[in-house]
């Protein structure tokens, strides 16, 4: 695609995206009820509509763009959610100067996660937006860079893999954010970040798939279960233990 598509594209995608959270605003109020203060659906719409606003009074090309949209973001959203959807996009929005390639997305990929996981001091197992967007970063990297598929099915691996994320997030403890300070009542309960991320995800692959003209299968082959993503973590501390007890 040219530049000027690549901006249609995004303008296109950022419209999807707010009209799907415009339709799952009662649904993330709902989860954000359970474990929160019930303000992520209304927080999640009323930005991503300033953020359609803003890019429909903007030309530019893709960096500008997603710049834009992240600073309405952060001028939005309350909360935490602000800087991390938002400020996670300004950031990541440098790594598209180039334009939309296979190389640039994945770069725009990590450093959003990377971004996410500073602002937000949150790590896979957290029960956090991370638990999706994690499996969903590695396994489209991964899809590119390793197993050379093209972007649109990795994109729909990431998809596959970012929606194993959510349901991850549901038998787990919360460790972050207002969940955490409901202890062990937050088991059972799936959460409203990692919810919202997949969203987004959907509509830029549907979105993706129009542009480039494809047919892609969701499914998550080189899958990355987001409770692998712990073992290391968890096996240092065993290893910190034996240490210890040895001591």
């Not at 691996?157 to 787990?172: H, L, N, Y």
């Not at 403890?173 to 970040?193: C, F, I, M, N, T």
């Not at 082959?221 to 290391?232: F, K, M, Q, S, Y």
């Amino acid at each position: 695609m040219d530049r000027e598509t690549q901006s249609e594209a995004i303008h296109e995608a950022v419209e999807a995206m707010a009209d799907r959270l415009a339709e799952e605003k009662e649904h993330l109020t709902d989860l954000d009820s359970a474990i929160g203060d019930a303000d992520h659906g209304a927080n999640m719409n009323r930005g991503f509509q300033a953020a359609l606003e803003r890019l429909e009074e903007t030309d530019g090309d893709p960096a500008e763009l997603v710049k834009t949209a992240g600073v309405a973001l952060v001028s939005e959203v309350g909360g935490a959610a602000g800087p991390l959807y938002g400020g996670s996009l300004m950031k990541a929005s440098q790594e598209l100067e180039d334009g939309i390639t296979a190389e640039t997305t994945v770069a725009f990929a990590e450093r959003y996660l990377e971004t996410v996981e500073e602002r937000g001091k949150a790590s896979v197992g957290d029960k956090t937006m991370v638990d999706a967007i994690t499996p969903a970063v590695h396994t489209y990297k991964k899809a590119v860079e390793v197993d050379d598929h093209d972007p649109l099915e990795a994109l729909g691996k990431a998809v596959d893999a970012a929606e194993r994320g959510v349901a991850f997030t549901t038998p787990i403890r919360a460790k972050k954010g207002r969940a955490s300070y409901l202890g062990w009542r937050s088991v059972g309960h799936q959460d409203p970040g990692a919810t919202s991320t997949l969203y987004l995800l959907e509509e830029l692959l549907a979105v993706a798939t129009e542009y480039l003209d494809g047919e892609v299968e969701v499914d998550a082959e080189t899958e990355v279960d987001p409770e692998e993503l712990e073992e290391p973590a968890v096996e240092e501390a065993a290893v910190d233990e034996e240490n210890e007890e040895g001591a």
